[in-house]
């Protein structure tokens, strides 16, 4: 990849961000919670598409960000009302500059008879505003002045000669970013001097001495004077790549350059290769209290600025995570062989295992953190999708978003954009009612699909939720029948009917359309998530709607977990969904028939499970008394006693997917390796709880498994 691959890429990279700012701002004036910075935002995120498009060469995304640029100039000028008419055009105007963008991009083709059409709607904005404008002018009324304070000249009657006005002056002042980006003054003035003689100046008072010097702080910013013949945009488009990166002031006036300081005086034009050579053959060779002066005033500074960030690629983040889970199994098979050598806790090689530990614990932490990502990068994604699906099937929506910054690995991220895609276009086409049918329930005429994200007994939880008419129990009945999903005489309870939706080829739509019909969906959504080692289930009320609640681990790499013995195998059962370990007393288990039981736990009851006999390992459960229970809470809110054998103690294990190397199994999430090199299963307590209530284990293969 050659230098101007790597900058393409890297545009591409921004201009993914500036969309979703863009879309962002749009949505929360269409809510009405938008102000004059939310209207500036919008601008800047167009204008900076605008001006990478045109150092790239992509003139139809240039010709349709300025036209769109232009409409929102009108808008923050205060000439232009943000009502709802105009923004819904603004969101349809998003759309298209995200389909001029993948096209360049070369991941798609633009509709250009959309394009052009909704060119001509901006366009018609800005005629209709001028022709507003144009009697007030003409009668004399002064036009409202610009952001610097300046008259617009194109709405001037009598506009003035340029020579009458005057030469441009321009301040000019990169930030500590637009050097970290690449941008370079030296270029920016080059290119003006391409359009004219021009004069300029460097103000160096906001230079420190030498020993307080910052090598990536900007200190510099130059005055320049640009001949009053050139056109203001001519100006104004040379900026237009380095956008907010390097702010600038233009105006005309009479100006004149101030001495320079006493301290610095470079002769005539300055000379910015010469400074530099003189810098560097000052510098010292040595570490001196100076430059330790300047790093402590460098970290002061950055106290008040944001975070620096750089882009790595993710090859390189999963790499390095592997790497911490090996080394999270070799310190733990370290561990085991010290302890099996019957070395004393007290002992140096004991003492430096524990900071070993710790330290890598530590260092997965801070690689974990890493991949952290906001589920926001989602569910910005979606406003567009309800608006199209919404559009094509002459409902009414509005989507509430919930828990944007909710955090869970890369990884998962990643893998939500599909299954969440199905839910919400399931939630429209077949949940919410047309507005007529909405109108006659009693409700009114637009629906709310609800999209929320929270984090709960350590796993990640994505809800979706409708308002619409609920799931026609009845109906999903009869399908089933007639595609001999079930048998007519099947007896199942509402639970077991919702979840009929999710069996492979089963559709409730009418006719198949370009959103459903045909039967793929809602198995493929549980798939994905069972993929990730997670599950779905529903609640549907007739008539008030219906939510969907994905349950998902926060990582796919790393677990803190129980190490519990189950008959003669090792298992692990995960830390965050136990709430306590007990040892019960004879009195405190009660039987519910052959096979059940519940344990007395503080007044209340709970079942019990004995883990070695649900996975299929004894044929009679063991006296309670005799193990140990954990006491466990779903995600649900409800509690379960899990019986096993003994515990082992507590470990940080690595995660293998069991599916991609053998196959699913029940009741059974993952796998890892323990520190004595054997294979240990990652129990699934809730899908235990759930498939010992229906008694639907597969013990053969789980004992395969094992």
């Not at 402590?296 to 960030?309: D, H, I, L, N």
């Not at 050598?341 to 524990?354: F, N």
């Not at 919400?424 to 609800?450: C, F, M, Q």
Request: glycine share 8%.
């Amino acid at each position: 990849m050659d230098a101007m691959d790597a900058i393409k890429v890297t545009y591409f990279q921004e201009c993914d961000e500036l969309l979703q700012e863009l879309e962002q701002g749009l949505l929360a004036l269409e809510a009405g919670e938008g102000d004059g910075e939310t209207i500036n935002a919008v601008f800047r995120a167009v204008h900076s598409v605008k001006g990478g498009a045109g150092a790239f060469g992509f003139d139809a995304l240039v010709a349709f960000a300025h036209v769109f640029e232009t409409v929102l100039d009108e808008m923050r000028s205060g000439r232009l009302d943000a009502d709802l008419d105009i923004v819904k055009l603004m969101l349809r105007a998003s759309d298209v500059l995200t389909d001029l963008l993948q096209a360049a991009k070369g991941e798609g083709s633009v509709d250009q008879a959309r394009a052009d059409a909704m060119a001509a709607e901006l366009e018609a904005l800005t005629k209709e505003d001028a022709a507003a404008e144009a009697p007030a002018v003409a009668a004399g009324e002064a036009p409202a002045a610009d952001e610097w304070g300046f008259t617009p000249l194109r709405m001037q009657i009598d506009e003035p000669s340029a020579a009458q006005q005057g030469d441009w002056r321009l301040a000019l002042k990169p930030t500590t970013a637009a050097y970290a980006k690449g941008h370079d003054a030296a270029v920016l003035l080059r290119e003006l001097a391409r359009l004219g003689q021009i004069e300029s100046r460097c103000d160096f008072s906001a230079l420190p001495d030498f020993g307080a010097l910052a090598p990536e702080q900007a200190y510099l910013s130059w005055d320049v004077r640009v001949p009053g013949g050139v056109d203001e945009t001519a100006i104004r488009e040379i900026f237009d790549f380095v956008g907010d990166d390097c702010p600038i002031e233009l105006a005309r006036e009479e100006w004149a350059i101030e001495a320079p300081p006493p301290a610095i005086d470079p002769p005539g034009e300055t000379d910015i290769s010469a400074l530099i050579a003189r810098v560097q053959d000052s510098q010292p060779r040595e570490a001196s209290p100076a430059a330790d002066d300047a790093g402590a005033a460098k970290g002061q500074r950055a106290e008040g600025a944001a975070s620096p960030t750089i882009r790595v690629g993710l090859d390189r983040v999963d790499r390095l995570i592997n790497l911490v889970g090996e080394l999270v199994i070799n310190q733990a098979m370290l561990t085991q062989r010290v302890a099996e050598s019957g070395l004393a806790r007290s002992s140096t090689v004991a003492i430096g295992l524990d900071e070993l530990e710790q330290l890598t614990r530590e260092i997965q932490d801070s690689v974990m953190a890493i991949r952290a990502q906001p589920v926001k990068s989602v569910f910005q994604r979606m406003p567009r999708l309800v608006r199209e699906i919404a559009g094509s099937t002459g409902k009414q929506v509005r989507l509430v978003t919930e828990g944007e910054n909710t955090e869970v690995d890369k990884t998962v991220v990643e893998r939500l954009s599909d299954p969440i895609t199905h839910m919400l276009r399931n939630a429209i086409d077949h949940g919410l009612e047309s507005p007529e049918e909405r109108v006659a329930a009693g409700k009114g005429p637009e629906g709310t699909v609800r999209l929320a994200a929270l984090h709960r007994s350590g796993r990640i939880v994505i809800e979706v939720s409708d308002d619409g008419k609920g799931i026609n129990r009845p109906r999903v009945r009869e399908i089933a029948v007639n595609k001999g999903l079930i048998s007519p005489d099947a007896q199942l309870s509402d639970d077991e009917i919702d979840n009929l939706i999710f069996l492979p080829g089963f559709s409730t739509a009418s006719s198949i359309s370009n959103i459903s019909g045909r039967g793929v969906g809602m198995d493929v959504v549980k798939r994905s998530i069972q993929g990730l080692g997670g599950r779905i289930s529903i609640s549907s009320a007739p008539g008030r709607g219906s939510t969907f609640t994905l349950s998902l681990p926060l990582t796919l790499a790393v677990l803190d977990g129980m190490v519990v013995s189950a008959g003669e195998h090792t298992l692990v059962a995960p830390l965050t969904a136990i709430v306590e370990t007990l040892q019960p007393k004879p009195g405190d288990v009660r039987a519910l028939g052959p096979r059940s039981s519940v344990l007395t736990v503080r007044g209340g009851h709970v079942p019990l499970i004995d883990v070695g006999m649900a996975l299929g390992w004894r044929d009679h459960p063991i006296d309670p008394s005799e193990g140990v229970v954990l006491l466990i809470e779903s995600e649900g809110g409800g509690r379960a006693a899990i019986v096993v054998d003994a515990i082992q103690g507590q470990r940080q294990v690595v995660i293998k997917s069991l599916e991609e190397n053998y196959q699913r199994v029940d009741a059974v999430a993952a796998a890892t390796i323990l520190g004595d090199g054997r294979v240990a299963l990652i129990l699934d307590l809730d899908a235990l709880v759930n498939s010992q209530r229906t008694e639907r284990f597969d013990s053969p293969l789980l004992a395969e498994a094992s």
